[in-house]
């Protein structure tokens, strides 16, 4: 008998329980302002967190074509092309740094094991495109200033990146 007034007891705490939280999200939205209201995008960016993981942050001077970042991806989406440096500088040049975004699910998996850290999340979250090419971005080919997160990483730098056959940058020997 006390199990089962027991029972019934948590049942009515619990419906209660869940019914007071509809009911509190149900009143928030008539308090809400609209989401325009808030944030005036894309006149103005939105706001993200700081450990907000958006599309790469990359620096080709300082990276060493290790591939850790390309070996720890688990989905492959990373190509790195690199060349033996001239003498008497020593290890790679690296020539191209791709990441396939049709693939890439912002894991942050490839951040962590770079030697160099020279490769990061970043706070964009804006880029789109027309073409599935468009969405497959080589940071060695970007101005500096957009593969290092300081530009937008617009369609149009990515498009214009397309066009450049060699790194815009590279690391002075
Ligand atoms: S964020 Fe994840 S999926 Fe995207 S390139 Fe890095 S390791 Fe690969
Ligand atoms: S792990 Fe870092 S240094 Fe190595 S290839 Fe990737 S970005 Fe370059």
Known sequence: MFTWFRNVGQTVGSLTASLYITLRYFVQTYRRRPFTKSFEYPEQPVPVKPRYRGFHRFDLTACIGCDKCARACPVDCIYIEKEKAVAPA???????????????????????????????????????????????????????????????????????????????????V
């Open 90 to 172: 020593k290890g790679f040049v690296v020539t191209g740094f791709a990441i396939d975004y049709t693939k890439c699910m912002f894991c942050s998996l490839c951040v962590d094991p770079c030697p160099a850290d020279c490769i990061f999340m970043g706070s964009t979250y804006d880029i789109s495109g027309y073409t599935r090419d468009g969405c497959i971005v080589d940071f060695a080919k970007l101005p500096l200033t957009v593969a290092w997160g300081q530009d937008t990483l617009n369609p149009t730098a990515v498009m214009e990146s397309k066009r450049v056959s060699l790194p815009v940058w590279t690391k002075a």
